[in-house]
């Protein structure tokens, strides 16, 4: 019974995996989980997680941010992205505001505890993609970038 587990569970490479590498989305889900254990080893330390990180990135290039347009363009359902918010505010990372222009309506700012932490990350991040992106010369990283931004336009 051993002998007949073990040649269900076929090594990888002795796998035909042809049809699969010419899926675009196939490996770009296996691209993004390598940079995703990639990040957690890099920016554990901090306590950053792929999700937080854009999240402070976000908020520091546009404060007032409101959640639902954050929540938008993560592609992060807004019960989620609340849930997150809630516990970065508990920690003092960003502070919730009422919009002047709309007193329904809130707006996200980061505290100087979330500007330093999201600095910290920020000089991790070009090492960072420099390892991930290693197998590519400068001008494929560039290519890629502008291939990647030509599908996903935000």
Same mark, same amino acid.
């Given at each position: 019974?051993?002998?007949?587990?073990?040649? %269900?569970?076929?090594?990888?490479?002795?796998? !035909?995996? &042809?049809?699969? /590498?010419?899926?675009?989305?196939?490996? =770009? $889900?296996?691209?993004?989980?390598?940079?995703?254990?990639?990040?957690?080893?890099?920016? %554990? @330390? #901090?306590?950053?997680?792929?999700?937080?990180? @854009?999240?402070?990135?976000? *908020? /520091? !290039?546009?404060?007032?941010?409101?959640?639902?347009? #954050?929540?938008?363009?993560?592609?992060?359902? #807004?019960?989620?992205? *609340?849930? *997150?918010?809630?516990? #970065?505010?508990?920690?003092?990372?960003?502070?919730?505001?009422?919009?002047?222009? !709309? $007193?329904?309506?809130?707006?996200?700012? +980061?505290?100087?505890?979330?500007? &330093?932490?999201?600095?910290?990350? @920020?000089?991790?991040?070009?090492?960072?993609? &420099?390892?991930?992106? %290693?197998? +590519?010369?400068?001008?494929?990283? $560039?290519? =890629?970038?502008? +291939?990647?931004?030509? *599908?996903?336009?935000?």
């Amino acid at each position: 019974m051993k002998s007949a587990v073990k040649s %269900a569970r076929q090594p990888e490479q002795s796998l !035909d995996l &042809k049809a699969l /590498r010419r899926t675009p989305g196939f490996m =770009l $889900r296996l691209a993004q989980l390598k940079f995703f254990e990639g990040f957690y080893e890099e920016f %554990a @330390a #901090l306590g950053l997680t792929p999700a937080t990180y @854009a999240i402070f990135a976000v *908020i /520091r !290039d546009n404060p007032g941010v409101p959640p639902s347009s #954050l929540a938008g363009l993560l592609r992060l359902r #807004l019960p989620n992205l *609340i849930k *997150i918010l809630n516990e #970065l505010e508990s920690s003092g990372f960003i502070k919730r505001n009422r919009s002047k222009a !709309d $007193r329904r309506a809130v707006e996200l700012m +980061l505290t100087p505890k979330g500007a &330093k932490l999201i600095h910290e990350g @920020a000089r991790l991040t070009e090492p960072y993609n &420099k390892k991930m992106l %290693a197998p +590519l010369s400068e001008t494929e990283q $560039r290519t =890629l970038l502008e +291939l990647l931004n030509r *599908i996903l336009p935000l």
